[in-house]
């Protein structure tokens, strides 16, 4: 087949084929007419929101230029489409390695502790989580988080954290119950499962009230919401890898512990630790 002899878009429905960053490069490596077919087909937008779905909330790219109001009307009426499509496609080019990158170049993005839905007692903050190693800190204090008990197992708590940035790729996480060594019998206060959230801190509408959210604490928007994992009753470091590679944008992750396996002996009320 002459490729030569197809029109341009038969050329960008076959090159809007291509899934992989490799193919995608190469194609836009081959000539002047083939790396203009990638910009106008947007092929490096495409390649992201087909890699990272959370993505879809940028809609479009806005250009910064100091001492410029790059929102105006007359900018954006004399900025021609080749413009815009050569700016969008440099941007998500960039974009795209760059979370690529992320994904692989840090072993935590946890920040902060921002709360609990129930804590225990002051010493058993949701801050103490951060610090699985060694079991009690060494100002002597232990490094665990409790809840409160309940008396059905069926109460889920949640933990609630600041990622480092703003923007980052997760790929898994790993969770690690706390074995109780000094009540007889070192019994382990795990959950039955447990489910990840990713988002941002939930904007306030006109008038002070908050967007509408689904989820019951109604402070915060989740584009992400992993699978429900089952938990190891175990005192082990336990991986849960997500099903693909995630988006985090707004810098906001949170744990959902569901269901509750032990009982505590002095008050027979179940707790997680």
């Given at each position: 087949?002459?490729?030569k002899r197809l029109d341009d878009d038969t050329m960008l429905q076959i090159l809007g084929c291509l899934d992989t960053d490799e193919d995608v490069a190469r194609a836009g490596a081959v000539c002047r007419s083939w790396?203009?077919?990638?910009?106008?087909?947007?092929?490096?937008?495409?390649?992201?929101?087909?890699?990272?779905?959370?993505?879809?909330?940028f809609r479009e790219v806005a250009e910064q230029s100091s001492g410029v109001d790059c929102t105006t009307v007359e900018l954006s009426k004399s900025r021609s489409e080749e413009d815009i499509l050569r700016r969008e496609h440099k941007v998500f080019c960039d974009f795209y390695y760059s979370l690529m990158r992320t994904s692989s170049t840090r072993s935590s993005y946890i920040w902060n502790?921002?709360?609990a839905s129930s804590t225990d007692n002051p010493n058993e903050e949701v801050i103490q989580?951060?610090?699985?190693?060694?079991?009690?800190?060494?100002?002597?204090?232990?490094?665990?988080w409790s809840s409160t008990g309940q008396k059905l197992e069926t109460v889920p708590e949640f933990l609630t954290y600041r990622m480092v940035t703003p923007l980052c790729v997760v790929e898994e996480i790993k969770l690690r119950p706390f074995e109780a060594f000094f009540q007889y019998g070192s019994p382990i206060y795990s959950p039955k499962f447990v489910?990840?959230?990713?988002?941002?801190?939930?904007?306030?509408?006109?008038?002070?009230?908050?967007?509408?959210?689904?989820?019951?604490?109604?402070?915060?928007?989740?584009?992400?919401?992993?699978?429900?994992?089952?938990?190891?009753?175990?005192?082990?470091?336990?991986?849960?890898?997500?099903?693909?590679?995630?988006?985090?944008?707004?810098?906001?992750?949170?744990?959902?512990?569901?269901?509750?396996?032990?009982?505590?002996?002095?008050?027979?009320?179940?707790?997680?630790?």
């Amino acid at each position: 087949m002459d490729v030569k002899r197809l029109d341009d878009d038969t050329m960008l429905q076959i090159l809007g084929c291509l899934d992989t960053d490799e193919d995608v490069a190469r194609a836009g490596a081959v000539c002047r007419s083939w790396h203009r077919l990638v910009v106008d087909g947007r092929l490096w937008r495409r390649l992201c929101m087909i890699r990272f779905p959370e993505l879809e909330v940028f809609r479009e790219v806005a250009e910064q230029s100091s001492g410029v109001d790059c929102t105006t009307v007359e900018l954006s009426k004399s900025r021609s489409e080749e413009d815009i499509l050569r700016r969008e496609h440099k941007v998500f080019c960039d974009f795209y390695y760059s979370l690529m990158r992320t994904s692989s170049t840090r072993s935590s993005y946890i920040w902060n502790a921002l709360h609990a839905s129930s804590t225990d007692n002051p010493n058993e903050e949701v801050i103490q989580t951060l610090y699985p190693h060694p079991k009690r800190l060494s100002s002597g204090s232990p490094s665990y988080w409790s809840s409160t008990g309940q008396k059905l197992e069926t109460v889920p708590e949640f933990l609630t954290y600041r990622m480092v940035t703003p923007l980052c790729v997760v790929e898994e996480i790993k969770l690690r119950p706390f074995e109780a060594f000094f009540q007889y019998g070192s019994p382990i206060y795990s959950p039955k499962f447990v489910r990840f959230y990713f988002g941002y801190q939930a904007c306030r509408a006109p008038g002070g009230h908050s967007w509408s959210n689904p989820h019951p604490d109604g402070n915060y928007v989740w584009k992400y919401v992993s699978p429900m994992y089952p938990v190891e009753q175990a005192d082990s470091l336990q991986t849960f890898r997500l099903p693909r590679p995630v988006v985090c944008i707004g810098g906001i992750f949170q744990v959902e512990l569901i269901g509750r396996v032990q009982k505590q002996s002095t008050d027979q009320l179940y707790y997680i630790w």
